[in-house]
């Protein structure tokens, strides 16, 4: 059974930067492709971003070239470096592997980007 900690989240203004980290268990990380999901008020949970066991990386139209997602295999952490923040990036963001497997989900960490 996967386990994931996402944090990191918080109040930001718009313009700024945050860096999520997610700690994972109860998979072969090294092995598992990985990804960043943000759910906002009112929305479907979406990918953002995810990550191949090589670290091959793909990103939504939406945050390409402001987010940056990686990893650390000996952590079994992945990161989501962002940064130019807006107010629709506020979401709750969550890790998980790619595609989802189950309804496992961590509890996720909050971004709100606002003035």
């Known amino acids: 059974q996967v386990q994931l900690v996402e944090s990191g989240g918080g109040l930001v203004q718009p313009g700024g930067s945050l860096r999520l980290s997610c700690a994972a268990s109860?998979?072969?990380?090294?092995?598992?492709?990985m990804g960043w999901y943000r759910q906002a008020p009112g929305k479907q949970r979406e990918l953002v971003a995810r990550i191949s066991p090589y670290g091959i990386t793909m990103y939504a139209d939406s945050v390409k070239g402001r987010f940056t997602i990686s990893r650390d295999n000996a952590k079994t952490t992945v990161y989501l470096q962002m940064i130019s923040l807006k107010p629709e990036d506020t979401a709750v963001y969550y890790c998980n592997v790619f595609p989802v497997v189950g309804g496992d989900w961590g509890q996720g960490t909050q971004v709100t980007v606002s003035s």
């Open positions: 109860g998979i072969i990380f090294s092995l598992s492709a």
